[in-house]
């Protein structure tokens, strides 16, 4: 099995290009994923975890997401080489996301200075909170 999902803000924009030949959309960026134990100075660190998502999900990515957002990512981890001009060999672990979830959005997508999710965004038939009103009949017991 394999299977990672990540919560964690890009250290950098995302970079989008798109393959020749087949012209399919690739979008890579870092994420930095903070631990939950602290070093001996007291601080807590954070693993810098590359992602590679493709297709549309890489297309919106560039368009939305920047540095500093906050974002999760499910997938899978890849280990690949390479071999660099001067002939040595090069390895990448890097995770291949099938699913990217924007956590929060900038102000130019929402049009207000908040990190929330713009309104247009918010699914139909849920209340504000985004639990779908159930009525005590529609409870099973």
Same mark, same amino acid.
């Given at each position: 099995?394999?299977?990672?999902?990540?919560?964690?803000?890009l250290?950098?924009?995302p970079?989008?290009?798109y393959i /020749?030949g $087949?012209?399919?959309?690739?979008?890579?960026?870092?994420?930095?994923?903070?631990?939950?134990?602290?070093?001996?100075?007291?601080?807590?660190?954070?693993?810098?975890? &590359?992602v590679?998502?493709w297709?549309k999900q890489a297309e919106?990515?560039?368009?939305y997401?920047?540095k500093?957002?906050q974002?999760?990512?499910?997938?899978r981890?890849q280990?690949r080489?390479?071999?660099?001009?001067n002939g040595e060999r090069?390895?990448v $672990?890097?995770?291949?996301?099938?699913?990217?979830e924007?956590?929060e959005?900038?102000s130019k +997508?929402?049009?207000?200075?908040s990190? +929330?999710?713009p309104?247009s965004? +918010? /699914?139909t038939?849920?209340?504000? +909170?985004?639990?779908?009103?159930?009525?005590?009949?529609?409870? &099973?017991?």
């Amino acid at each position: 099995m394999n299977c990672v999902i990540l919560i964690g803000r890009l250290t950098k924009d995302p970079d989008l290009r798109y393959i /020749p030949g $087949t012209g399919n959309p690739v979008a890579t960026f870092t994420v930095a994923v903070n631990r939950t134990f602290k070093n001996k100075e007291g601080n807590y660190e954070a693993d810098f975890i &590359p992602v590679q998502v493709w297709g549309k999900q890489a297309e919106n990515c560039a368009n939305y997401l920047q540095k500093g957002r906050q974002v999760g990512v499910s997938g899978r981890l890849q280990v690949r080489s390479y071999e660099t001009q001067n002939g040595e060999r090069r390895w990448v $672990t890097e995770v291949v996301a099938d699913r990217i979830e924007f956590l929060e959005w900038s102000s130019k +997508e929402s049009g207000s200075g908040s990190s +929330e999710a713009p309104r247009s965004f +918010e /699914p139909t038939g849920l209340d504000p +909170e985004g639990f779908q009103a159930l009525d005590d009949d529609d409870i &099973p017991f």
